[in-house]
């Protein structure tokens, strides 16, 4: 079945930056585009950002475009977020997320907290 598994959060400052991973299985991965969302407390999920199946494209939300980068390892089954730059509003439950015929599928999350 297919398995997204993230890590990575945590507490952070103001300005600092955190990597996180999204390990996949299940599914043929290198097929796939990969997705991020986040979701703050009281507030719908947002999309954060997205990668094609080979890696050769990328889009962002406008509230990460220039501080936010989606990588992936196809060897790995993994999909990446690099975060810099971090500021309160980007407090929340990250998601992985894939969508294969139709159906979405969604990790557990990782929690990142920005605070001083």
């Known amino acids: 079945q297919v398995q997204l598994v993230e890590s990575g959060g945590g507490l952070v400052q103001p300005g600092g930056s955190l990597r996180l991973s999204c390990a996949a299985s299940?599914?043929?991965?290198?097929?796939?585009?990969m997705r991020w969302y986040r979701q703050a407390p009281g507030k719908e999920r947002e999309f954060v950002a997205r990668?094609?199946?080979?890696?050769?494209?990328?889009s962002y939300a406008d509230s990460v475009k220039g501080r936010f980068t989606i990588s992936r390892d196809n060897a790995k089954n993994t999909v990446y977020l690099q975060m810099n730059s971090l500021n309160a509003d980007d407090t929340a439950a990250y998601y992985c997320?894939?969508?294969?015929?139709?159906?979405?599928?969604w990790g557990q999350g990782t929690q990142v907290t920005v605070s001083s």
């Open positions: 997320n894939t969508m294969i015929y139709s159906s979405n599928y």
């Open positions: 299940g599914f043929t991965f290198s097929s796939y585009a």
């Open positions: 990668i094609t199946s080979t890696g050769g494209s990328t």
